[in-house]
C-alpha cells in the first residue's frame, strides 16, 4: 500500500451499513462495472458518532393509528386484491372488504385446485392481473415499468409473503452423528462398536465419536448443504433480499428501476486515529480494517441507494455527489453516519484556544471537534447502472453461498487422525471434497493450497530431525495459524447472524382469517400476460357467486370462531411475553367477563365540573347495538373522552368521585370484557365493526385490566346517581353539601319512591335529615344525606 501523504483531502468513503462480516471476497471486478477511472484515495480524520437509532413506529403511534393501519391498505397485497375485485365487478363492488377478500381467495383456490378447469384458470388470470395493476397504480409506479414487470414484482411478494424462504439451518457433524445414532437406536439396529459384548456401559460421546468417522455421517453431513442450495439458496437470496430492501423502505417497484449513474466502492479501510502520520505503509496494513466493498446508485429522481457487499439497501439521506456528477467521499460517509457533519466554531472562552469564527487545527481537540476516534480510506470508480433487483440479489447469493461454504468447513470437526492424514498426505483435502460433498466444484486454489501444504509439513518434518508427533504437531500449528487471517471467526459469525437476520415474518391477515385463506400464484407473469382481456365478464360472473356464498357464510358462520381466531392472533402478536398462549388469553378474558357488576360504581370527576361529566356524547336515538359499537371503538382506541362515561367498581382517591347507584338499572351496566366477548363478535359479524377493532379492544382489555364498566342505556338517570364524594385529605369522605338537597326534598316527584330493598343506602326509615341534630358529628350527616340520595334526591347541580 502507498504511504500516506503528508496533507491528505478531506475525502474519503465508507459502507452506509457496515458490511456484514458474513461476506465472502467478491469478484474482482462485478458484473457491468468498470474499475477503470483512478481510484479516489483520501482519508478523514473525524469522530465516528454514534449511529441513529430509529423509534419503532408501533411504540409511538396512537393506538387509534394502529387500529387503522391494521385495516388493508390501498397500496397493501390485500388492499389490491380488494380493488382488483372491485375493478373487476364493477357493478356490485359495494361489497364490504371482507366479503371481496374471501370471494377473490376462493376464486384463486379453485384454480389451483382445479388446473383442468379453463373457466376457472381464466378467472383467475384475470383477477390476478387487475389486483397487479391497481397495486402497482397505488404505489406509484414509475411509466418506464412495462406491465410485465410490474406483474413480476407483485407476484413476488406474495411468494414472499406466502412461501417465505427457509432460513438455512445446519448441524455440525457431531449433530449428525447424534441424530444418525439415536435413528439407528430407535429403528432397532446395532449401535455396538466393539466386536466384543462387554458388561461396562459405553458413554454417549464415545459412540458419537465412532459414528462421527462413518461414511453415512460423512454423506448426511456435506448432503445437507447441497440440499438446501439447491432447493433453497436461489429462492431465499432473492426474496431475503427484496424483504430487507422493503424494511428500509425501498419499494419492490423501486428495485426494477435502473439507476442514472453508480459507482463501485472496491475498498473502504478504517484505521486508528492518527495512522495518517505513520512512515511505514506495512504497518498501516497490519492497522487497517476492511470493511468491504459496496455500490452507491443514484436513481432518476435524486435520491441516492447504498448497497453492501451482502445485498442490503439502504437509502441516504442527502446528495453524495458532487456538482461535476462524482461521488463525493466526505458526503458519502457523513451520510453513512462514519464521520460526524462539520463542527459549528465553539463560542469564545476565556482559556486559550482558537478564535471565534476559526477552525481549530486538524490534531486539536475542542468540546465542539473531539479528538478523532477513526480514519477511513475509500478506493470508488464509476460503473455501468444495472437493474437494482438483479444486483443485489446477485450479491446476497454470493455472499449467502460464500458464508454456507465457510460454515460447512469450520464445522466439520476432522479427528486427529483426518487431520494428520490432511497434513501430511499430498492433495488429501482434495480428494475427501470430491468424494464426500455433492456440492463441492473443484477450483485450482485447492490443489496449491495443499502442495503448500505438503512443502512446510516436509519443511518441518525435517527440522525436527525426522518428524515424530512433535513435527506433525508443529505442521499442524503452523498450518493453523497459516488458515486463520482471522476470516473464518468473521464467517463463522456472519452466519450465526445471517440465521437470525433473514427470518422472515409476515402478518397479512386480521380477525380469524388465516394464510390457509391464501395461495401461492401459480402463475408467471408470461402467462398472466398472455391472458386475453374478453374473459372479464367471465371473471365478473365467478366473483359474484363466490361473493355471494361468501356473504352467506359470514352470515351464518358461528361468531365463536371468530373470537377464537382473534385469540390466536393476540397470542402470536404478544412479543412481551411469549408464553401465553390463546388458551390463557380466552380463560383471562372470558373470567373476567364473568364478574358481577357492583352494586355501586364510580366515576372520577375533575374539580369545578358538574354533573354534564356523565352525560353521553351519542345520538339520543342511538340504538343498543350502536352503543356497543361505540364502546368497543372507544376501547380500541385505549385512551381520550368516550362517547360513554367510563365507571369503576374501585373507589379510587381523587378528590371529586361521583358514586352510582347500579341495583335500579338490572341488566345496564355492563363489564367491558363482558361487552367483548358476548356482543363483539356477533357485531363484527352484521358488519358493524371492523375485526381490527374488536382484536385492538380485546388487547387493550387484557393490557389495562382496569375493570371498566360502561351504562348502556344512553345517559345516566338522575336517580341513579347518589352523589358526589369530595374526599379529605387523609382519604375519609367528607361533609356534602346539603343545601340543595333539602331545598328540594318535598319538591322533588322521585322523594317517596322507595329505595331498593337491596341497596346498601336504602336508610330512609331509620333517620331523617330534618330531625337530626346539628350538632351530630360529620360522619352521621354524611349517611344521613346519602340516605336522601338513596331515595333519589341529588345534591348536585342538574344540566
Known sequence: MPLFPRAVPAAWSPVARAAPAFAPTLPARPPNCQTTAAAAFAAYREPVPPRPVRAADPATAPACAAVEADQPRPGSLLGARIAGARAILREGADEEDDVLLLAANALHQKAVAHPDDADAQAASLTLWRAEAQAWAAANGAAPSLDEATRLQAYLDLWKLALDPPAPPAFLTRRDVAREYLLERARTGQSIAIAATPSMQAVPVEALVDHYMETPEVRVRYYGQFADYVNAHLDHFSKLSAIADAAAAGVHRLRLE?????????????????????????????????????????????GEFLHIDAGGKVARLGGTVANEAGQLDPGALLRSLGLVAPPASPAPAASAPGPLPGHAAPADAATPARPRPAAEYIVNHAPCAPVTLRAHIVTLRRVAVLGAIQQWKTDNYLPSRMETVLRLIVPFYAFYHQMKWDPGYEPQLGDVAWDAAALAITLALIAVTAGGGSAGIAAAHTSMRAVAAQGARAMMAAGMRSLLQQFHLRVLLVSGARELTDFVVPVFSAARLLGSAARVTPLAARALKGAALRANTALRTANARLLLDGIYELVARGNTAHRNVSAATIRQSLEGAARRPVPMRVYHRQDKGSSGTMLMATMDPYASADDILAAIIRHAACGAGPGPLPSLTGARDAAPHVIAIDTTAAPGKFRILEDILVNDGPRLVQEGRLPSAILRSAITQALARKDERIFYIGGRIPDALILGRDAAASAGAPAEPSCSRTCTAASASPSAAAPAPSNSPFARSSIRSAASAPTDAPASDRYLRSMSLRGMGFSGMPRE
Open 257 to 301: 428501476e435502473v439507476p442514472r449513474r453508480m459507482w463501485h466502492i472496491s475498498s473502504l479501510i478504517a484505521y486508528p486515529a492518527g495512522a495518517h502520520k505513520l512512515p511505514s505503509g506495512a504497518l498501516l496494513d497490519t492497522l487497517g480494517r476492511s470493511l468491504g466493498p459496496s455500490y452507491v446508485a443514484e436513481m432518476a429522481d
